[in-house]
């Protein structure tokens, strides 16, 4: 395992993450941050606005990137680690503030732009869900059926802030963004994720040059939470 500086801290940016009962959605991290703290590296979970922090507005990229700068204050010795949404905005971070992110860690990253039908369907549907009548999305069994053709369970537990700051989101094409990322990046990636393909995965190593690219087996779009093991493994050893 490679050494951190003494001052350095691992911090983890989530992704889109809503519990349907009384439980703590970021309890499902602490199996793999036990694995990496047992191997003396210091981790981080903060809450964040607009996904597990309450917002009164919506927000975009570029403000979670200066809200995550003035988190860290003057702390320069960040390794990063951001999984589906905390990965798009931990590479635009990476990007915009290079000399604070010592490493970057994408797990299952968002911020690859796709245009194919579903994916027009789902930005139609963000757009315009207001705009379809108090009739129609009073009934809470049409809108259950929306969000299921939509395919999107995260968007119908949101608030109207929440949602307007995922379609902020989902709308950004970041390609140019990950072609800038100087920052040495491991890229783990679970085989059959359905939600960012592996063809996702393969896009983001090649538009970051001083990448490594890792694949877990069998494992789906949360691999940290299915295969704890085989990520912490991926990650001491390339820190």
Known sequence: MGIIGKNSKLLIL????????????????QPLIELLESQGIKCELPRIPGITKDINKSWTLD?????LKKMLGKNNKIVLVGHSNGGRIAFRFAQKYSGKVTKL???DS??????????????????????????FTE?????????????EGDYSNATPSQQQTMLNLINSDLTEVLRKVKTPTLIIWGEKDKVTPLSDGQLIHSLIKNSKFS????ARHSPQFTHPKEVAKLIYEYL
């Open 14 to 29: 989530h992704g889109w993450t809503y519990s349907s009962d009384d439980s703590d959605p970021l309890e499902k991290w």
């Open 63 to 67: 403000e979670y990137a200066k809200w």
């Open 105 to 107: 860690i994408l797990i």
């Open 110 to 135: 968002a911020g690859i732009y796709h245009n194919e039908l579903p994916l027009r369907f789902k930005r139609f549907l963000f757009r315009n869900i207001a705009k379809i009548g108090r009739r």
């Open 139 to 151: 009934s809470e069994v049409l809108r259950k059926l929306i969000y299921k053709v939509a395919r």
């Open 215 to 218: 694949i877990i087996r069998s």
